[in-house]
């Protein structure tokens, strides 16, 4: 929204001192008119390297990177690289920590660490010094995935390299950093059916037409539940306590399926979970469902008992939550990959859908055991 209304000037000086890892991102913000005139005020290095990183996704390596990189020959001396980085001065990038080997044709061969630069013998070569044991990243390979791999490895800066191995650029630990808030802000979003693009001071047209499509769903979903309920109302007329310990066999299960429902997706974006280890995930929250149910079906079934002074509501609704609960793992843990093979968001769509099944199965288990037994 900022950017929207920024003169062309402003938009111009704000860029002259960007990363070129930023600016990109700047750039496929800006209208198009802008961004002609960004692209010409730059010199001709920068723009080609600029547009080498817009070629790529944004949600890619090469998206990512930045092409202000330090490289050396592994045939020259340590003497001569440090006399080198003396001469660039400032002009060395922020956060450099290694130096990348490459060959004549700009072949990624390894990295040479500024701790190893400082500490061999000057007269000691590039190619001795050098290290073969990082491996470069692809420039296709998704963000979420060079964020799991600086975790993994806990690395502060990588080389991103194209299908022929020559390279193009680094990625630092502070774009990485970026990612993984990204990726946070997207599953807390999701959980209130927003896209993390939302933007706080958005246009209200525009916001309410984002967030009517997920209102319309809930509402449709609400409709479902009230349909439900509606197939006893015979029942709730007979037995009016069961109105008063509906919300208790509800919210036991939304509570319970959201506590996996938070699991699974994280797994998926942490690239732990996917369908090859789903059925471990499912009996493990099985076990936990079953566990919590029948523990907490025995706390509810004596308040129930105490409360309404009746043996038969309190074994009706202990059974619903243990019957809820246990549908409320087995739906966490396996919708959000049902969503994610149709091209589905798990992080925008599962809450509703998982509290749809909840509240569903809750009153219908609920009911109509009261409806066979009670009635």
């Not at 600086?150 to 630990?173: K, N, Y």
């Not at 769903?217 to 306590?241: H, M």
């Amino acid at each position: 929204a900022l950017i929207r209304h920024m003169a062309p000037e402003e938009l111009l000086a704000a860029t002259e001192k960007l990363d070129l890892d930023d600016l990109a991102d700047l750039v496929q913000q800006m209208p198009s008119a802008i961004t002609a005139e960004v692209m010409n005020a730059l010199d001709d290095q920068r723009r080609k390297r600029l547009e080498a990183v817009l070629s790529y996704s944004e949600d890619t390596a090469g998206g990512l990177m930045n092409t202000d990189t330090v490289t050396v020959r592994p045939e020259v001396t340590l003497d001569v690289v440090l006399r080198y980085l003396r001469r660039l001065g400032e002009g060395v990038p922020e956060d450099t920590d290694k130096l990348f080997v490459v060959n004549r044709d700009d072949g990624y061969l390894g990295i040479l660490m500024l701790s190893q630069l400082v500490t061999r013998n000057p007269e000691d070569t590039v190619a001795e010094a050098m290290s073969l044991n990082m491996q470069p990243i692809r420039a296709e390979m998704l963000t979420s995935e060079v964020a799991r791999r600086f975790e993994a490895h806990d690395m502060l800066s990588a080389p991103v390299v194209d299908d022929d191995g020559r390279l193009l650029g680094r990625i630092t630990v502070d774009d990485v950093i970026d990612v993984i808030r990204e990726e946070g802000e997207h599953q807390f979003m999701g959980r209130a059916g927003l896209s993390e693009d939302e933007d706080m001071f958005a246009p209200v047209l525009a916001s309410a037409r984002r967030r009517a499509l997920w209102l319309g769903i809930n509402l449709a979903t609400a409709f479902l539940a009230s349909w439900v309920i509606g197939q006893f109302e015979e029942t709730l007329t007979k037995v009016v306590a069961l109105a008063v310990l509906m919300p208790i066999v509800a919210s036991m299960g939304g509570i319970a399926g959201s506590q996996t429902l938070t699991l699974a997706i994280r797994g998926i974006a942490l690239g732990q979970l996917s369908s090859k280890n789903a059925r471990a995930l499912m009996l493990k929250e099985l076990a936990v469902g079953t566990l919590n149910s029948l523990v907490w079906a025995v706390v509810v079934a004596v308040i129930a008992g105490v409360w309404f002074d009746s043996a038969a509501i309190a074994i009706l609704i202990g059974a619903a939550i243990t019957i809820n609960l246990v549908f409320a793992a087995i739906t966490g843990s396996v919708l959000p990959l049902l969503l994610e093979r149709i091209g589905i968001d798990p992080a925008l769509a599962g809450s509703v859908l998982l509290t749809t099944v909840t509240d569903v199965v809750g009153f219908l288990s609920f009911l109509g055991l009261a409806t066979l037994f009670l009635v």
